[in-house]
């Protein structure tokens, strides 16, 4: 099949080594699976030349391409939210700016839709990082998803396509990482259709992770507990939903 309409959505923090290839590659995949499509990039306040480089995207890809600059960081809870509230169209298809992922394989993805079909979510075919973040990948995966109850294989992985609609029902509040399985959690308990796609994950190129640093971590966690407490014991997305 092919969309009517699609916003490509890449979240950019110094990202000036890959986000060219990941525009020309969208540019690729769009004209193959939809009828009208846009590139839209929120550069959430980075300090290479990432900017530079988004501009210069704007002026070869006039019509198509659209960058939102942050002038501050605002956390990839804060950029996904940016993103999706400023798509115009009826698709939405994101993934991370740093390359570790093919936008040309959403085609696997597409090919996953069918009647009342509402997100389809990659899954990494094998990751591709250095051995320790495999592990702490894993160990997460498998806390998250039991704790979480979710039902896909792997809410690490920031390969998705969804209808846009989805986020009128479903509002989205994390400005941190937590912001995956918090939007999986919500969809998946709002009842919406799921289905997965294997896709494949490379090496970083250029870079570093934004998530690997001991701060971040412990933060992570402790918002992880407030999300378990808020989605899980008080179910407040649902009890809000039913009033």
């Known amino acids: 099949m092919k969309l009517r309409s699609l916003t490509i959505f890449f979240p950019c923090y110094n990202d000036g ?4 290839t990941m525009i020309i590659r969208a540019m690729q995949i769009g004209r193959e699976v939809a009828d009208d499509f846009e590139i839209l990039i929120v550069n959430d306040g980075s300090q290479d030349d990432s900017a530079l480089i988004l ?6 890809y006039p019509g198509y391409v659209r960058v939102i600059h942050e002038t501050r960081p605002s956390g990839y809870g804060g950029v996904l939210r940016k993103g999706f509230a400023s798509a115009e169209n009826e698709w939405i298809f994101y ?27 990659g899954y990494k075919i094998k990751r591709h990082d250095p051995l320790h973040r495999v592990w702490v990948g894993i160990a997460y995966q498998i806390f998250v998803k039991i704790v979480f109850g979710l039902v896909i294989r792997d809410v690490d992985c920031d390969y998705r396509l969804l209808r846009r609609s989805i986020f009128d029902g479903v509002k989205l509040e994390s400005q941190s990482g ?7 959690k ?16 490379y090496y970083r190129q250029y870079g570093t992770s934004q998530f690997f640093n001991i701060p971040r971590i412990v933060r992570t966690l402790i918002d992880l507990v407030v999300w378990w407490w808020r989605l899980v014991i008080q179910k407040e997305h649902i009890r809000t939903k039913a009033r």
């Open 17 to 20: 080594g890959t986000i060219a």
């Open 55 to 60: 501009e210069e995207m704007v002026h070869l």
């Open 95 to 121: 993934t991370d700016g740093d390359a570790q992922y093919d936008p040309r394989e959403l085609i696997a993805l597409v090919e996953q839709l069918g009647d009342g079909v509402d997100m389809v979510n």
């Open 178 to 184: 937590t912001i995956t399985f918090e939007m999986v």
């Open 186 to 201: 919500k969809i998946q308990d709002a009842g919406f259709i799921i289905r997965e796609a294997p896709v494949h994950h």
